[in-house]
């Protein structure tokens, strides 16, 4: 109910780890004005320790497939998702999305907020923050499986159909990649190297420098491309975990609460 006591249309949400330049609130607030939003969201510049330089570049990949700018941007397109680190909001435009208590129950709240913002017909745009918010990411394996499993959750939405089909897309775009590595391995040992296996050899490294221009904006050191094969197995693993449980109707812990999936 903090809003309520504010004294000025437009409310600042973000976190108390993020470290803020100097002119980043009055640089967002002239964005803000200038488009004439309804809210707006700045993805922000993550530094990266220990288990965290193995996960996020995969994370990532994840959700700029899932929320990219392009696609939350665009009024046409359903996809939604503000990032807590960071987000403006028009007043009486979350009066009117109900505030924080409609989306109480929601494992990810960034999305569900984010949804009730554009299924109301307002102007939201998400932008990069990277010059002007960074925050630091968790270190622990644990804490990236438990983030891992929050937003396949939220994606699949309780659909086992939905899991099932991520799980397979997973395994041939994140795993399958590397088993043609090692066929073609085999192939360059014995001459044999047919058209179907250049192909491949090529798509292969189109997903490698993908992957590696993803750590380079991370700013993580490009050794860590050979991680990619580890990183894509745990998000495997996080995928049939939440189909476990989704089956099993248990729930999901995030940040020392249960929810349901």
């Known amino acids: 109910n903090g809003f309520k006591a504010s004294t000025n249309n437009i409310l600042l949400f973000t976190d108390a780890d993020i470290v803020y330049r100097k002119e980043t609130i009055s640089s967002a607030l002239k964005y803000f004005k200038k488009n004439n939003l309804e809210a707006l969201t700045l993805i922000p510049k993550i530094n990266t320790k220990k288990w965290s330089k193995i996960i996020l570049p995969t994370l990532k990949l994840i959700m700029m497939t899932l929320y990219s700018p392009n696609q939350v941007n665009n009024k046409l397109n359903k996809k939604a998702y503000v990032y807590g680190s960071f987000f403006l909001i028009n007043k009486q435009a979350y009066i009117k999305i109900g505030t924080h208590k409609a989306v109480k129950n929601e494992i990810v ?153």
């Open 109 to 261: 709240e960034d999305k569900a907020i984010g949804e009730l913002i554009k299924s109301n017909q307002m102007n939201l745009k998400m932008v990069s923050g990277n010059n002007l918010i960074n925050t630091n990411w968790k270190e622990g394996l644990q804490e990236n499986q438990e983030t891992l499993e929050r937003i396949i959750s939220s994606a699949i939405k309780n659909n086992i159909l939905n899991g099932f089909g991520f799980t397979i897309l997973a395994f041939f775009t994140m795993i399958f990649p590397y088993l043609i590595i090692l066929n073609t391995l085999n192939s360059v040992l014995s001459n044999n190297i047919n058209l179907d296996i250049l192909i491949l050899i090529i798509l292969t490294s189109l997903m490698l420098a993908t992957f590696g221009y993803e750590i380079k904006k991370l700013n993580i050191n490009l050794i860590f491309i050979l991680t990619q094969p580890i990183s894509s197995l745990l998000f495997i693993i996080a995928l049939i975990s939440v189909i476990k449980k989704t089956i099993r109707k248990e729930e999901i812990t995030w940040k020392n609460r249960s929810y349901k999936i």
